[in-house]
């Protein structure tokens, strides 16, 4: 059986930060966190209450590591790949049929089966599609690199194999 849609890209780390900032939902906690500390910090300067610099102090540092996280996830993914794939270029390909998707990693030998039936959404990025799993993870796409299909037709491929969601 041919697939429907075939997606080839050599994983990088512009690609991975993009991914981890999109998919993840680490940035807007960031920026919640960055807000309730900037609160806390004017409550105590008009209050005097001790326990608010604390407290603000505490919000500003976890702000301040949600916002470099995305980062950091890049550089030790890109890490991990590079030992995985033993010096080879980590090329992921992924295949979409009538019935299901597969594919992998081919320099490290990781390779699945993803059921329709188990992905969630997709989000679209500027350069990717991230398809989010019911078990919280995301399949990575880069926009332009379809050797078969089309990208303007995948989202619709796609949104009819999750039911419309």
């Not at 780390?13 to 680490?26: A, G, P, W």
């Not at 702000?63 to 980062?71: C, G, I, M, N």
């Given at each position: 059986?041919?697939?429907?849609?075939?997606?080839?890209?050599?994983?990088?780390?512009?690609?991975?930060?993009?991914f981890n900032c999109n998919y993840?939902?680490?940035?807007?906690?960031?920026?919640?966190?960055?807000?309730?500390?900037?609160?806390?910090?004017?409550?105590?300067?008009?209050?005097?209450?001790?326990?608010?610099?604390?407290?603000?102090?505490?919000?500003?540092?976890?702000?301040?590591?949600?916002?470099?996280?995305?980062?950091?996830?890049?550089?030790?993914?890109?890490?991990?790949?590079?030992?995985?794939?033993?010096?080879?270029?980590?090329?992921?390909?992924?295949?979409?049929?009538?019935?299901?998707?597969?594919?992998?990693?081919?320099?490290?030998?990781?390779?699945?089966?993803?059921?329709?039936?188990?992905?969630?959404?997709?989000?679209?990025?500027?350069?990717?599609?991230?398809?989010?799993?019911?078990?919280?993870?995301?399949?990575?796409?880069?926009?332009?690199?379809?050797?078969?299909?089309?990208?303007?037709?995948?989202?619709?491929?796609?949104?009819?194999?999750?039911?419309?969601?």
């Amino acid at each position: 059986m041919e697939p429907l849609f075939e997606n080839r890209f050599i994983i990088d780390k512009d690609s991975l930060n993009e991914f981890n900032c999109n998919y993840s939902k680490i940035i807007p906690c960031g920026i919640i966190f960055s807000v309730l500390a900037a609160a806390g910090l004017a409550l105590y300067f008009i209050l005097k209450i001790d326990e608010l610099l604390f407290v603000s102090c505490i919000l500003l540092g976890a702000a301040l590591s949600l916002f470099f996280t995305p980062s950091h996830m890049t550089r030790n993914t890109m890490r991990l790949l590079e030992e995985q794939c033993r010096g080879m270029q980590p090329e992921q390909v992924l295949r979409f049929y009538e019935d299901r998707a597969e594919g992998g990693i081919a320099a490290s030998g990781a390779a699945g089966v993803y059921d329709y039936a188990n992905m969630k959404k997709l989000i679209t990025t500027k350069h990717l599609f991230i398809i989010v799993t019911k078990a919280k993870n995301g399949i990575m796409l880069r926009r332009d690199s379809f050797a078969k299909g089309a990208e303007a037709d995948f989202p619709a491929f796609i949104n009819e194999k999750l039911g419309g969601k």
